[in-house]
């Protein structure tokens, strides 16, 4: 097998990380249907199995809080065993449908949680991350979370903005952070929403690369608040042409 592409979406909340991150499985799968593709859902919100009409019933912090609980328990013998057990619950925690598998982290950890859990946890998902071709991580709105949680190297960094000053601000925290973490190989941006030509001739984003501008997708936008799945987004949608456009620009594609 090649080396596995790990593509992990950031920025602030409320700029369409999730959508594309949907989108990004999609193109994948339709691109090569013999790849192994694993969407990853790191946002406390759940929103990629929705985008990707996958129903989650168990995620990666279910496990974590059962090794808490018992832990906090004094059960010595019993902390051995969840522990051996974790890799198999994650395993079967993920959803598999035919075209591609889903993982959904949970909620973040609270004041009760331990970093050798965490350290456990991300170490197994990692190794399962082996074994698909490609990764897509939806993130919450930052990076440290999915190092945290999830693991401590993404391939292609893809930074997801608005045309806004603090989304560009935000993405550009973001790209700091994973640079003096050495977590990635190589990072981008999409300006998404773009309203008009106007407005994309003005944004500036410094020293991050511009993979692609998106503009606003009224259909996109119509879809997100029924909650259908955007597998089922028309071919010609322009999120489609521009996020296509940003995948073969850093090489995702």
């Known amino acids: 097998m090649n080396t596995t592409k790990v593509i992990a979406f950031a920025g602030k909340g409320g700029v369409g990380k999730t959508s594309l991150a949907a989108l990004t499985v999609r193109l994948l799968v339709e691109r090569n249907p013999e790849a192994r593709v694993l969407a990853i859902d790191a946002d406390p919100a759940v929103g990629l199995s929705t985008a990707l009409g996958v129903e989650v019933t168990h995620t990666v912090d279910d496990i974590r809080k059962k090794f808490i609980e018992t832990v906090e328990k004094g059960k010595k013998k019993e902390v051995i065993e969840v522990l ?4 198999y619950e994650i395993t079967d925690s993920i959803v598999e449908t035919e075209r591609f598998a889903f993982l959904a982290i949970g909620r973040p950890e609270n004041a009760g949680c331990y970093c050798s859990v965490n350290s456990f946890l991300k170490e197994t ?32 960094l893809i930074l997801v903005s608005d045309a806004s000053k603090k989304g560009i601000g935000v993405i550009h925290t973001i790209r700091d952070v994973a640079k003096e973490l050495g977590m990635y190989n190589r990072a981008g941006a999409i300006i998404n929403r773009i309203k008009n030509e106007t407005v994309q001739n003005i944004v500036d984003t410094g020293d991050i690369d511009i993979l692609s501008f998106i503009p606003e997708d009224d259909a996109l936008g119509l879809m997100d608040v029924e909650g259908r799945s955007l597998l089922e987004l028309n071919e010609s949608a322009p ?15």
């Open 239 to 253: 999120a489609l042409k521009g996020l296509r456009e940003a995948l073969v620009q850093i090489n995702v594609i």
């Open 84 to 87: 051996n057990e974790a890799h």
């Open 125 to 156: 998902i990692s190794v399962l991350a082996e074994q698909f071709d490609y990764v897509v991580i939806d993130g919450e709105a930052g990076i440290e979370q999915i190092n945290r949680r999830v693991m401590e190297k993404v391939t292609h």
